[in-house]
């Protein structure tokens, strides 16, 4: 299994992530961003065919009505 790398901007983002959500009162709290993030992170590390692939060599977890960001993961087919 490959580690995943992550985009600088998308650390960025996810600093501001946690409030944006509790705002928009799609979660009740921080720790329900983290099991979810961390939920598709491990998809997309364990099974990242099981994903669509949005551009050549990029496949993603799919944005849902909840989260309106993908998360992404390149791979080497």
């Known amino acids: 299994m490959k580690p995943l790398r992550y985009h600088p901007e998308a650390l960025a983002e996810l600093g501001g ?22 939920e598709a992170l491990q998809a997309l590390q364990t099974e990242p ?17 909840k989260y309106l ?3 992404a993961r390149p791979y080497n087919k």
């Open 49 to 65: 065919t099981l994903h669509p692939e949005v551009v050549q060599g990029l496949r993603a977890w799919r944005p849902t009505t």
């Open 17 to 38: 992530a946690p409030n944006y959500y509790l705002l928009k009162g799609l979660i009740s709290n921080g720790d329900e961003l983290q099991t979810d993030l961390l």
């Open 69 to 71: 960001s993908r998360i």
